[in-house]
C-alpha cells in the first residue's frame, strides 16, 4: 500500500519528538503548516511541552501496533528518539531502542509507503577521525555500545532502501548544541565555577551544530529527491580546535579560559575501571573512559556534500550559538544561580557523539 500525500499539508510523525533536537524539530514543522504527529511514551508529559495541534501517539519502543498506527497514514518519518549513554541501561536496552526500534519503524513504512524515512544517526559511528575532516565515506568504527548500535541502526535502514525501496535518508548530525541542550551544560557550568580543566596536550578539533541548522538540514533530507538513499553529515560551517571553543564559553559565561592543562592516560586508567566496577551495578561512575576521550580524540568532518546536493547551509557559528546559548542558560536559572547551589560530581564533560 502507498501512502498519498496530504496536499499541501504532509503529515509527519517525529520520533523522539519531546527530546531537545525533536521538539525543536516538531516547532518548525508546526510553524510551516505541516500536520505534526508525535509517538510518545506519555500522553500527558507530551502534551505538556508540545505545541497545541500536534497528535501525540502513546506507544513504547516494542508496541507494534502503536508504531503502526503513528506510522500508517504519515507522509514523512522523521526518526530521532534514540538511547543515549546512561550507567542504568543495559547492553539489552541499546539493541533494543536504537536498533529494535528503528527494525519496527522501518517495516511499518515499508508497509504504509511513506513518501521518506529520514534516520538520524551520528557521527559517533565513525569515533575519533585521525585525520580530519572526514565525509561520509569514513569507515565506521564505533568504540561503544551506543555508537556500535547506533552504527548497526543506521545500516539497517540503508538496507530497507536497498532491498525494499524504502525511500531513507540518513542523517549524521555532528554534537548538537544550541537553547533547550543540557547535555553540554555541565562543561559550561565547570567553566563559569573556573573548575574546567583540559585533558591531554595534543591539539585536537571539535565540529558542532546548532539545533536550528540541524532541524533546517533535517528538513532538507525529508524534501530533497537527491536525498533518498543517502547518508548526509550534518554539522556547522567549520569546525574548530577544542581550546577555541571552550575559550567561546569562557568569554560568554564571563570567566578566564583555563590554564591548567593535565595528562590524560591517569584519567582514562582510572574512567576505564570506574566503568567496570560501577556499570554493572547499576551506579553512574564519577568518571568514564570517553569522557576522557573528549579531550584526546578529534570528531571534525567536512558538510561538502550537503552542501552541494541538498543546499544545506548552516548560518550560525559558534561565536553567535554559543552566547545564545548561555542566555538560555541563564533565563532558565541554570546559570548563574544554579551553579552556587547544585554540586557537580561529574568533572568531566558528558557529551552524545
Known sequence: ????????????????????????LVRSLVQTGARVRVLARSVPRA?????????IIAGE????????????GSDIVYHVAAAYREARHTDQ?????????TSHLLDAARVSGVQRFVHCSTVGVMSHIEHPPADEQHPHQPADIYQYTKSQAEKLALSAHREHGTP????RPTAIYGPGDTRLLKMFRLIAERRFVMLGFREIYYHMVHVEDLVAGLRLLGERPQAVGEVFILGGA??????TIVELIANAVGAPPPRWRLPAWPFQVAGTICEKICIPLGIEPPIYRRRVDFFTKSRAFTIEKARRLLGYSPTIDLEVGIPATVEWYRS???LPNAVRTQRLSDPLLDKKL
Open 168 to 171: 531513507v535518508a540518513v542523517a
Open 47 to 55: 502534551a505538556a511541552v508540545l505545541p497545541a495541534g500536534v497528535e
Open 93 to 101: 536496552y541499546y539493541w533494543d531502542v536504537n536498533v529494535g526500534y
Open 1 to 24: 500500500m502507498t501512502a498519498v500525500p496530504s496536499p499541501g499539508r504532509p503529515t509527519v510523525l517525529v520520533t523522539g519528538g519531546t527530546g531537545f533536537t525533536g521538539s525543536h
Open 332 to 334: 532558565h536559572g541554570h
Open 61 to 72: 519502543v516494542d508496541d507494534r501496533p502503536a508504531i503502526n498506527q503513528a506510522v500508517a
Open 238 to 243: 567549520r569546525y574548530y580546535k577544542l581550546r
